[in-house]
Structure formats: C-alpha cells, structure tokens
C-alpha cells in the first residue's frame, strides 16, 4: 500500500506568498522542479530509488519523479542552497 504525500510544492507556494504579503524583510526564493516528485536531495545520493519504507511506520511511500528531473533538481537546488549560504552568512 504506498501512502500519498501532501502537495509540498503548493504549500511552499503558498508560504512564499504569505512571507511576500506580510513584508518578509529577507529574500524568498521557492524552487519548483517538474517531474521532480516529493523529495530533493543532495546532489551525490542515488536518483533511482523513487519508492521506500518509512524506517517508522512501515509504510511504503512513493516519492515519485523521474531519475533524471530528480538529479537535476538535487544538483540545481544544492547549487542554489550553497550560494544562499554563502551571501547570507557573511560576517558583519
């Protein structure tokens, strides 16, 4: 039995503008892959395993997504991470 995901990228959306509408003083940047499923990693972990076990409940969850969208999206918003980093926490 696979369990299905909450719309994460809908309510990222949803996040972001709620931040933009209530004067968020920092910058909010949403990442939206298609194809991409429920999960980004990190760019060197394996694309191919789309289906899993939770490690608590036994459920078995479809993650979904194609190998090759998840590998560009891991790689692009690992990218993305690293440079937001970078700016945000220079010293002052």
Do not use: C, K
């Not at 499923?37 to 760019?43: A, E, N």
């Amino acid at each position: 039995m696979s369990e299905r995901r909450w719309p994460s990228s809908l309510m990222a959306t949803r996040a972001a503008e709620r931040l933009t509408a209530h004067d968020h003083p920092y910058p909010v940047e949403h990442l939206d892959y298609a194809g991409v499923g429920h999960s980004i990693f990190l760019p060197s972990l394996p694309t191919s395993v789309t289906i899993q076990v939770h490690p608590v409940n036994g459920v078995l969850n479809d993650l979904g997504g194609s190998p090759p969208e998840i590998a560009h999206a891991d790689a692009d918003a690992w990218r993305r991470v690293v440079r937001f980093l970078g700016e945000s926490l220079r010293p002052t």
